[in-house]
């Protein structure tokens, strides 16, 4: 057997120094690379978790109104400002009770605030849809209307955010209305000027001081296309003698 030499074939224009520089690159750069590649997929499956668990509990998810105090007492609770005494939260809803929603809650979910707005107003906008409105008057004109939600479901408060509602009772009341929500299982909303306002006033100031812990709040809002808008007693009671 003819015995030879082995010896390495390289291409034209590549030297030797340039392969050990090739190899050197491989495990420097190209391997690592594809390492971080395939772990991407395994990153990926591990955050599904979180999206898992909020798929599985999204379609629960509603608003809730809740007194000022309650996000002090509870630094980690998820909500937005309305007054200074009000501010809106957000539960998941279990038929016969509800739990707030937490700071910590978001990032297991991996989701944002706005997310969270988002999906919990959708739901109430279906919850919204099957609710008894009770409109009535004082035998007045269009100026002695008032409706009252009082479903007993336990978010019949934050319906006043609804925009499907909001637009009804523009249409019952006018552009701009007067709301109340001294407790939690109780929405009235009246003309701007009507003229037994001092009455309807009295009225939610009595309700929240008799309220038990689904107390809100006893100030009024005045409801416009903008959203709304703390009001003092003062300035409900000169609407209404306008």
């Known amino acids: 057997m003819e015995r030879t ?18 190899r050197r690159w491989m495990k420097k750069v190209f391997i690592p690379a594809i390492a971080a590649l395939l772990l991407i997929p395994s990153l990926f499956l591990s955050g599904c978790g979180g999206n898992a668990e909020w798929r599985e509990v999204k379609t629960s998810v509603l608003p809730q ?16 400002e309305i007054s200074r005494d009000l501010s809106l939260g957000y539960v ?15 990032e297991e979910w991996g989701i944002n605030q706005k997310t969270l707005h988002r999906t919990a107003m959708k739901n109430l906008e279906k919850l919204v849809g099957n609710t008894e409105v ?32 909001q637009k009804n009772m523009r249409e019952y ?16 909303f009246w003309h701007k000027d ?13 309700a929240y001081a008799e309220g038990d812990k689904y107390k809100l709040t006893p100030r009024l809002f005045l409801v416009t296309e903008d959203g709304l808008e703390p009001l003092t007693k003062r300035s409900v009671e000169q609407e209404g003698r306008e």
């Not at 010896?7 to 590549?14: A, D, F, K, S, V």
């Not at 109104?65 to 937005?80: K, S």
């Not at 009082?150 to 978010?155: A, I, N, R, S, V």
């Open 5 to 22: 030499n082995a010896t390495l074939e390289i291409p034209c224009g590549i030297h030797r120094s340039s392969v050990y520089t090739e």
């Open 134 to 165: 009770q409109y009535a008057d004082t035998n007045e004109d269009e100026k002695g209307r008032y409706a009252i939600i009082e479903t007993g479901d336990g978010y019949d408060a934050v319906r006043i955010l609804s925009p499907s509602l």
């Open 194 to 206: 009507l003229s037994y306002t001092s009455d309807f006033i009295e009225q939610v100031e009595k």
């Open 65 to 80: 109104l809740m007194e000022g105090n309650l996000r002090r007492r509870l630094p980690a609770i998820v909500y937005e």
């Open 92 to 106: 998941i809803d279990h038929d016969q009770s509800y739990n707030f929603i937490m700071k910590y809650n978001l």
């Open 173 to 188: 009341l006018g552009a701009e209305y007067i709301a109340g929500m001294p407790v939690r299982d109780f929405l009235i």
